[in-house]
C-alpha cells in the first residue's frame, strides 16, 4: 500500500509543475495587468512603466517564472491588491468555511444517496425507483441560487427553524483555534458555539448537497443494476447467502468503484463552486472572496484560489486512487 501511495504521488509532480506554467501564463494573457488594478484605468503611461519595473514585469517570461515558482515553493502567493495582505493568510482565514460547508454537503450526499440509490436499483420499476428518478432529475435541472432561496425563505424566513446567513451567531462568543467553527466547538468544549455553527450549516449544506445526492443516486442505481446482473451475484444467490453477506461482499463492493470516482469529481467540484450557495446564505467562504477577487481584478486572489483549488482537486484524485485499491486490491499491481 505505501508503495503505490509514493507512486501516485510521484505521479502528481509533472501534473503539478504542468499547472503551474498554465497558470503563469494565464496570468500575463489577462487584460489590463496588475498595473491596472493597481492604479486603475486612467493610469498615465509612466506609472504602468513604474509599477510594471517594481514588480518585474519587464524581465524575460523564463525569469519571471522562475521567481514565479521559487515564491510558490516558499508557499508565497503574493500580497491581495485590494487588502494589501498576503493571499495565503487570507485564504486560510476563509478556506476552513469553505471545507465544512462541502464536507456538510457531501454528508449528506453521500449518506442519503447511496442508500437510495441502492434501493431503487434492487426495487427496480417499482414507485421507490421511480421517485428517485425522477427526483433527482428535478434536482440536477433546478438551479442552485434559485433552490438556496426557496430553502430559505421556507425553513429561515417563514418558519424561523433556522438562521438567514453567516457561520455563526455573531452574539456567541467563541474560542477561534483552527478556523472551523464546528471544531472549535468541540475542542473547547463549547457545545452552544459547536451547535450553533452546525445549525448554521444545514440550509446550505441541503442546498449544495442537492445535485451530487441526485447524481450519486443516479450512479449507485445503475451501478448496482449492473452488478446484479452478474454471474457471480447469481451464484452466491444459488449458494443459499444471505441477503446482508450478498450485498456487502459482491454487489456494494463491486458496484462502489465508480460511485467513488464520482464522490471525488464533485468534492473537488464543490470547494470550487460553492460561490452560489455562500452568496444566498451570506456565508463567509473561498467561493465569495473569489468572487468578490474577479470583480476587483485582484489577480493574486485569482492566481491563489486556482492554485489552491487545483492542488485539492489533485488531493481528491489521490484519496480516490487509495480507496480504488482499498475496495479492489487488483488495482494496486496495475
Same mark, same amino acid.
Given at each position: 500500500?505505501?508503495?503505490?501511495?509514493?507512486?501516485?504521488?510521484?505521479?502528481?509532480?509533472?501534473?503539478?509543475?504542468?499547472?503551474?506554467?498554465?497558470?503563469?501564463?494565464?496570468?500575463?494573457?489577462?487584460?489590463?495587468?496588475? %498595473?491596472?488594478?493597481?492604479?486603475?484605468?486612467?493610469?498615465?503611461?509612466?506609472?504602468?512603466?513604474?509599477?510594471?519595473?517594481?514588480?518585474?514585469?519587464?524581465?524575460?517570461?523564463?525569469?519571471?517564472?522562475?521567481?514565479?515558482?521559487?515564491?510558490?515553493?516558499?508557499?508565497?502567493?503574493?500580497?491581495?491588491?485590494?487588502?494589501?495582505?498576503?493571499?495565503? !493568510?487570507?485564504?486560510? %482565514?476563509?478556506?476552513?468555511?469553505?471545507?465544512?460547508?462541502?464536507?456538510?454537503?457531501?454528508?449528506?450526499?453521500?449518506?442519503?444517496?447511496?442508500?437510495?440509490?441502492?434501493?431503487?436499483?434492487?426495487?427496480?420499476?417499482?414507485?421507490?425507483?421511480?421517485?428517485?428518478?425522477?427526483?433527482?432529475?428535478?434536482?440536477?435541472?433546478?438551479?442552485?441560487?434559485?433552490?438556496?432561496?426557496?430553502?430559505?425563505?421556507?425553513?429561515?424566513?417563514?418558519?424561523?427553524?433556522?438562521?438567514?446567513?453567516?457561520?455563526?451567531?455573531?452574539?456567541?462568543?467563541?474560542?477561534?483555534?483552527?478556523?472551523?467553527?464546528?471544531?472549535?466547538?468541540?475542542?473547547?468544549?463549547?457545545? !452552544?458555539?459547536?451547535?450553533?455553527?452546525?445549525?448554521?450549516?444545514?440550509?446550505?449544506?441541503?442546498?449544495?448537497?442537492?445535485?451530487?445526492?441526485?447524481?450519486?443516486?443516479?450512479?449507485?442505481?445503475?451501478?448496482?443494476?449492473?452488478?446484479?446482473?452478474?454471474?457471480?451475484?447469481?451464484?452466491? %444467490?444459488?449458494?443459499?447467502?444471505?441477503?446482508?453477506?450478498?450485498?456487502?461482499?459482491?454487489?456494494?463492493?463491486?458496484?462502489?468503484?465508480?460511485?467513488?470516482?464520482?464522490?471525488?469529481?464533485?468534492?473537488?467540484?464543490?470547494?470550487?463552486?460553492?460561490?452560489?450557495? %455562500?452568496?444566498?446564505?451570506?456565508?463567509?467562504?473561498?467561493?465569495?472572496?473569489?468572487?468578490?477577487?474577479?470583480?476587483?481584478?485582484?489577480?493574486?486572489?485569482?492566481?491563489?484560489?486556482?492554485?489552491?483549488?487545483?492542488?485539492?482537486?489533485?488531493?481528491?484524485?489521490?484519496?480516490?486512487?487509495?480507496?480504488?485499491?482499498?475496495?479492489?486490491?487488483?488495482?494496486?499491481?496495475?
Amino acid at each position: 500500500m505505501m508503495r503505490f501511495i509514493v507512486r501516485r504521488l510521484l505521479q502528481l509532480i509533472p501534473t503539478l509543475l504542468g499547472l503551474s506554467i498554465l497558470l503563469f501564463l494565464w496570468l500575463h494573457r489577462l487584460p489590463g495587468g496588475p %498595473e491596472t488594478a493597481i492604479l486603475g484605468e486612467r493610469a498615465t503611461p509612466a506609472s504602468r512603466a513604474a509599477i510594471r519595473k517594481s514588480m518585474g514585469l519587464d524581465d524575460p517570461l523564463i525569469v519571471q517564472y522562475g521567481r514565479f515558482l521559487k515564491q510558490l515553493l516558499r508557499g508565497d502567493l503574493g500580497n491581495s491588491l485590494n487588502e494589501k495582505r498576503p493571499v495565503l !493568510d487570507l485564504f486560510l %482565514e476563509r478556506f476552513p468555511g469553505t471545507i465544512e460547508l462541502t464536507v456538510t454537503a457531501m454528508i449528506i450526499a453521500i449518506g442519503l444517496g447511496i442508500p437510495l440509490g441502492y434501493l431503487a436499483a434492487k426495487r427496480r420499476a417499482t414507485w421507490l425507483d421511480h421517485l428517485s428518478v425522477g427526483a433527482s432529475l428535478a434536482a440536477v435541472c433546478t438551479p442552485i441560487f434559485f433552490l438556496g432561496y426557496l430553502i430559505k425563505a421556507l425553513f429561515a424566513v417563514n418558519l424561523g427553524w433556522f438562521p438567514t446567513f453567516g457561520r455563526q451567531d455573531t452574539t456567541i462568543d467563541a474560542t477561534r483555534v483552527t478556523g472551523f467553527y464546528v471544531l472549535d466547538g468541540i475542542m473547547t468544549q463549547e457545545w !452552544d458555539a459547536a451547535l450553533d455553527a452546525m445549525h448554521h450549516l444545514v440550509l446550505p449544506g441541503l442546498t449544495l448537497a442537492s445535485v451530487p445526492l441526485a447524481i450519486i443516486v443516479r450512479m449507485t442505481r445503475a451501478s448496482v443494476l449492473e452488478v446484479l446482473g452478474e454471474d457471480y451475484v447469481r451464484t452466491a %444467490e444459488a449458494k443459499g447467502l444471505t441477503e446482508r453477506r450478498i450485498r456487502g461482499r459482491h454487489v456494494l463492493r463491486n458496484a462502489m468503484l465508480p460511485v467513488v470516482t464520482v464522490i471525488g469529481l464533485l468534492t473537488g467540484g464543490l470547494l470550487s463552486g460553492a460561490v452560489l450557495t %455562500e452568496t444566498v446564505f451570506a456565508f463567509t467562504g473561498i467561493g465569495q472572496f473569489a468572487a468578490q477577487a474577479i470583480d476587483n481584478r485582484d489577480y493574486p486572489v485569482m492566481m491563489g484560489f486556482i492554485l489552491i483549488i487545483a492542488v485539492v482537486y489533485v488531493l481528491v484524485n489521490l484519496i480516490v486512487d487509495i480507496s480504488y485499491s482499498l475496495i479492489d486490491p487488483r488495482v494496486r499491481v496495475r
